[in-house]
């Protein structure tokens, strides 16, 4: 079946730092979304991307649709202690009554204050 | 804001028993979902529902069983619980593109 790769698993950063995260497949996809997932809580839906090349943010997260629709990549600027987690990435392919989301992972984010 | 509750955030069970674990959501979506969520594992389909008595298996439906009767409910079904079920559980339902996840059951078998 299909699988995302998303790097990386794990990431210790210090307060302040910028931190990248991606998601590959081998596959195209139409729509990419992005998750987080708190410890203890579901996943709660960061950005969704709907066509290749779009870049969209949400405060200080940023998330691209790759050009070729085979990755997609979140950034997180100036990290602050909040943003520990369990990122997701997501990859939806549909169509007509065909809908399949292919989920990554994840990225365990701990942030030092 | 579209609200998927799961109806217990913690439950303890002793093997063999069943298990029923309850799903609700408030807008009216036609397609629901249970996944289990394993350190290592990611997140695991186990059953889907496309409307009302309607289901199909994930990738993971041994061990499980689903009911939908009412359009807003998907209830999962441990017809025997058994340790190797001891996992987070997470429910979600869909507009035509993303899916919204409850907070999420976390169920230990002993």
């Known amino acids: 079946g299909q699988q995302l790769n998303q790097s990386p698993q794990s990431m210790f950063i210090q307060e302040g730092e910028d931190v990248s995260m991606n998601c590959t497949s081998s596959?195209?996809?139409?729509?990419w979304l992005w998750y987080k997932q708190d410890p203890g809580e579901g996943p709660v839906l960061l950005i969704a991307l709907y066509k290749a090349g779009e870049l969209t943010s949400n405060g200080r997260l940023t998330a691209q649709f790759g050009i070729t629709r085979k990755d997609s990549f979140l950034n997180i600027s100036a990290s602050i202690p909040s943003d520990v987690g369990i990122y997701f990435c997501a990859g939806l392919r549909s169509g007509g009554s065909n809908y399949k989301l292919t989920f990554g992972k994840g990225t365990l984010l701990t942030v030092n204050p | 804001d579209v609200k998927v509750t799961q109806s217990s955030r913690y439950l303890v069970k002793r093997t063999g028993e069943k298990v029923f674990l309850e799903c609700v959501q408030d807008?009216?979506?036609?397609?629901m979902f249970w996944y289990r969520q394993d350190p290592g594992l990611g997140l695991r389909l186990i059953y889907f529902?496309?409307?009302?008595?309607?289901?199909e298996k994930g990738d993971i439906p041994e061990g499980y069983s689903v009911s939908r009767e009412k359009k807003e409910r998907f209830s999962l079904i441990l017809e025997s619980a058994s340790t190797n079920q001891t996992s987070m559980y997470l429910c979600?339902?869909?507009?035509?593109?993303?899916?919204?996840f409850g907070a999420g059951t976390r169920l230990s078998v002993l």
């Open positions: 529902s496309y409307d009302v008595k309607m289901k």
């Open positions: 596959s195209i996809f139409n729509t």
């Open positions: 979600a339902s869909r507009t035509p593109d993303i899916q919204y």
């Open positions: 807008m009216d979506h036609e397609n």
